[in-house]
T-cell receptor
Framework: DTGVSQDPRHKITKRGQNVTFRCDPISEHNRLYWYRQTLGQGPEFLTY????????KSRLLSDRFSAERPKGSFSTLEIQRTEQGDSAMYLC??????????FGDGTRLSIL | GENVEQHPSTLSVQEGDSAVIKCTYS??????FPWYKQELGKRPQLIID?????GEKKDQRIAVTLNKTAKHFSLHITETQPEDSAVYFC???????FGSGTRLSVKP
C-alpha cells in the first residue's frame, strides 16, 4: 500500500493558464475526493467520485474547475483560465464507502 | 447545507495538561465524525473517529465524545506532549465538511 499519491507536488503558472493535477488513490478504494486548502483554513470540499461516477460537486465550485475519473482509478482535476484566487493546496483523498479518508500530500498551486 | 464550527481556533497548553477541542454540526443526518491532525506542510492524518451509534471512543491519550442531541462532538487529548503540537480538524460525514481548525501548541 503506497498510499494516495498526487502529481505534481508544486505547480507555478501564470494567470490565465490551464493546469491539470493527477491523483492516484489507494488501489482498492472506490471513493475519491478533491479538496482545496488555503493557509489557516480547513480543507474545503470540491467534489467526489464513487468509482467513475461523480456523485457530488460543491455549489461553490466555479465552472472553470472540472474533475474526471474515467476508469474509476486515478483522477484528474483541471482548472481553466487560472486566477490569483486559485492559489492553494489541492488535496486528494480516497476511501472505501463509509470508511475514513486517506489524504495525499497535495499539489501546491501558485498563480503568478 | 451542512456547517461545522470548531473552537477554539488556537489553544496553548503546558506539557502534561489536557486539551479539549469542540465542534458543532448542523446536519442531523451526519453519522460519522473523524478528527484529523495536520502538521505544518504535511497531509491531514486521521487520529480518531466516532460513529453516531456510540457516545465515546478512546485510543490511548486521545478520546472523542459525541452528543447527537446537541449536535456537538469533542476531542480530548490528555497528558499532552510537544509532538501533539499541530492543527487539528474535525469533520462531519454527510459531505465531509471540515471545521476551520484548531492550532494546538504544547509548551515544554
Amino acid at each position: 500500500d503506497t498510499g494516495v499519491s498526487q502529481d505534481p507536488r508544486h505547480k507555478i503558472t501564470k494567470r490565465g493558464q490551464n493546469v491539470t493535477f493527477r491523483c492516484d488513490p489507494i488501489s482498492e478504494h472506490n471513493r475519491l475526493y478533491w479538496y482545496r486548502q488555503t493557509l489557516g483554513q480547513g480543507p474545503e470540499f470540491l467534489t467526489y467520485f464513487q468509482n467513475e461516477a461523480q456523485l457530488e460537486k460543491s455549489r461553490l465550485l466555479s465552472d472553470r474547475f472540472s474533475a474526471e475519473r474515467p476508469k474509476g482509478s486515478f483522477s484528474t482535476l483541471e482548472i481553466q483560465r487560472t486566477e490569483q484566487g486559485d492559489s492553494a493546496m489541492y488535496l486528494c483523498a480516497s476511501s472505501l464507502a463509509g470508511q475514513p479518508q486517506h489524504f495525499g500530500d497535495g499539489t501546491r498551486l501558485s498563480i503568478l | 447545507g451542512e456547517n461545522v464550527e470548531q473552537h477554539p481556533s488556537t489553544l496553548s497548553v503546558q506539557e502534561g495538561d489536557s486539551a479539549v477541542i469542540k465542534c458543532t454540526y448542523s446536519d442531523s443526518a451526519s453519522n460519522y465524525f473523524p478528527w484529523y491532525k495536520q502538521e505544518l506542510g504535511k497531509r491531514p492524518q486521521l487520529i480518531i473517529d466516532i460513529r453516531s451509534n456510540v457516545g465515546e471512543k478512546k485510543d490511548q491519550r486521545i478520546a472523542v465524545t459525541l452528543n447527537k442531541t446537541a449536535k456537538h462532538f469533542s476531542l480530548h487529548i490528555t497528558e499532552t506532549q510537544p509532538e501533539d503540537s499541530a492543527v487539528y480538524f474535525c469533520a462531519a460525514s454527510s459531505t465531509f465538511i471540515f471545521g476551520s481548525g484548531t492550532r494546538l501548541s504544547v509548551k515544554p
